[in-house]
Each structure stands twice: as C-alpha cells, then as structure tokens.
C-alpha cells in the first residue's frame, strides 16, 4: 500500500516533533502559522523526489557495508535479470541507508523543497511492511515523473570486475549517482508500492490562476537560474511544490479534460461546488474559461468568483490521470459553510476513487462532515439515510482510513498530536472546540438576560 510508513521529524521550523502515519485521507487542523504548510511541503519533497541528493564519502562504514550488500541485487538487475525480491532479512539493513542518507542529507533535502536550506533535527521514516518486495526494473530505466525525467548515468559501471565487489573508495561520482538511482527504485517499491507521482495545491490558489501565465514564464523556465526568480535577498520566490504546481497545470489540455478518468469527480465538483462548467483553451498555455449553469456566457478566471478561482486547481488535477497524490491546503478557501460540507463529501469520494489526500484545514465543517460519513458508513439505518440525504457509496469512510492531526502553537514552538478516533464522538480537535465554546461564552456575556 502506498504511503504504509510513519515518519518522524525533530526541530522542523516551529515544530518541536512530530509523528505522522498517513492514511488513505489525513488531514491537518490546528493553529495558523503552526507549521502545517511546512510540514505538508516535506511529505510533498519526500513524495516527489527524484533521487536521494548524497554526495560521494558522507556515509559512516557501516552503512558502506549495508550498500555493498545489495550490490549483488544492482548487478542482477543490470545484467537482466530484471528482479530482485526484498525480502524482511534486508529491511534493518535497508532503513539504515535511508537513515543515514537523509542523516547527512537532510538540510539539502529541505533546501532542494522550499528553495533555501530549513535546518531540521531529525528526519527518519519507518516503514510498515513485514512481507517480501519484488523489484522490477527495465535494463536501462527511464521514468518519467510528470515534468522530471530521471535516467541513471553509464549502468554498465556496475557490472562485477574478476568476481570481486566494488569498493567504495573505487566509486566515481558518476557511478555513486548511478547506484544510488537503482536504490530508489529500491526505496519507491519499499515505501510506496509503486512510484509516486504527487501533486501539491498550495493556499492562496486565486492568485495563481489569475497570474498562472505569467508565473510559468518567469517561475517555471527559469526557476532554477542563480540570476533570475531572485528576491531582495537572494532567495528565490517559489518554493518546489509550486513551481511543479505551475508546470502541471500548464499541461493539462482541454481534450484531457474532457476525457478525463475521473469525470465523476468533475461533475459533482462543477455541479455542487461550482455551479457551472470549465473549459480549456488549445494553446500552448490554456485560458480557462468558466461557464455558470443556465447561461452560455464564457467568463475569463479575472471576472469569475473566488469559489471558482480557488476550486478550478482541483478539477485541472483530478483531470491529471498521472496524479496519484493529493496534497491541498485549506480546500474550504473561499467557501460558504454549505459548499464547504460539499468540499468534504468531494474529498470523500476522490478517496474512494482510489487517489489518497492530504489535507490542512481552518474548517470545523470539513472535520464534521467526515465525522459523519464515519458514522454513517456503520449506521444500523443506512440505507435509509443514504437515500434520504442523495448519498452513494462513495460518500462513506471508515475510520481506520481516516487519520487527522491537531497543531497547537505554544510561544516559539508548535506541537503535534494524533487525534485519536472516539467511537461516539469521532475526532474531535480542541483547537475547534475551544474557539466556538469561546465565542458562545461571549455570547452568552452579550445577552440582555444574561445580565
């Protein structure tokens, strides 16, 4: 199952730790300015990136040894043999080279994401298989990851000389990238099942669309030039997650969205959420154009409501037959509190449909709207009330699918906390319940008979 670990941080930002399983749908509620947008940028880096970023002679010997012991597993492969099964024998020594490479590599690691160097203290994940892992690779492997095409230098580097192992004081930086390429594939098998293709929408996604073009030509064809995309000091604008944001949705054309696997989706967005249709231009770069419902008039993102600037990422992405990760920051931006029970029901079925979310929210809404799809799904009267309320199949969860996180800022720092599930109460995050108990409070304090 893709996404079956835990990971473990220290000292990431404001956050003093923090241990996350993701689920099927994990959401993040909390505190603003708590470190929820940073930490959904690290799963996001550790999701999508495209080779581990070590350099040659920064792994202690003992992990020398662990990498020399797969040795015989890359040769099989490059010599085509195709497969090698990881079975539970390799895992200790397997999570001792991902420890130490992110051990070395972990500021590199957060600098190559948000485009400037975040110091974290820990960085480790755990992965939850006990069974065996089957590797299959193509002799001379080449992936391609959305806008990134990753192809391993010179292969034949790792063919056996006289019988004897290669030596890791014999590695080249050609080969040691070359290697390291097959031991992702390793890890992608290892951590995910399959390879993982993830898209991230960030907040504020109306500025975006309205400045999308714009944006791409300046963020996205140069973005990593030392000269350009650069603000006063030095940094650059954009984190990663955006800039493959800007890329993916430039490539989304109309005939893809029209055809569209999950077209299912789309409708009950459009038609719950919207309120009206999108179409895409055949240009190199697509205008999009919104269509309310009962009229024929096209209007340009510049002229339309927040609700369809902030919701049309979405659709462009689930059109993205590619995506097989969903990560969105606040889906609720700019909803009223009835779309924004809508946004949850939608959020329901794109799990269902098989792509796995991640999710920050302000939204006590969203959290109760899923609280009930809980219930719902074990209720003794379901089927009644599934009638009653126009709900399908794809409008239930169960809990054990669901996993939901409360960030709490405390002066300097942040902590984080697993919401655990309570069968009568579901999940229940204080910082929500703690501000509308307030709010009642004052008032109760404001009633002329409470004087």
Known sequence: MMNDFTLHIEDFGKIESAEIELAPLTLFVGDNNSGKSYLMALIYGLFAMDRFLIKPGVFPSSTAEDLLYFDDAIADILSGNKEYVFSADDYARFERIIDSSFEHDKNAFTAHIFNKEIPIGNLRIKPHYTGTLSLALPKEPEFNRGNRIARPPNLALYSKTDGQKKQMAEWNIESLQGHFFLIYEILAAYLFGSRCNPIFLP????????????LIKHSIEKSFSPNINKTENGETILTKPCIDFLASISAISDEQYKNAPRKDLLHFIETNIMQGKISLSNMPVPDITYTPEGTDTGLSLHVSSGVVTETTPLLLELANPAVNYLLIEEPEM????????????????????????LASTHSDIILQHINNAIRLKNHPNREKIMQSLG????????????RVYQFRSQGTRSHVEKIEF?????FRAKTFTDSLSAILDET????????
Do not use: W
Request: charged fraction near 30%; proline fraction near 7%.
């Open 203 to 214: 907040a504020s996604r109306t500025g975006f669309m309205l400045t999308y073009k714009s």
């Open 334 to 357: 700019c909803l009223h509190p009835g779309l924004q029970k809508e946004m949850a029901r939608a959020l329901v079925k794109i799990v269902n449909s098989g792509l796995p979310v």
């Open 391 to 402: 709900y399908g199949d794809d409008d239930l969860i169960s809990h054990e699918d669901v």
């Open 422 to 426: 309570d069968p009568d109460d579901g």
């Open 444 to 451: 109760m304090r404001i009633d002329p008979e409470g004087q």
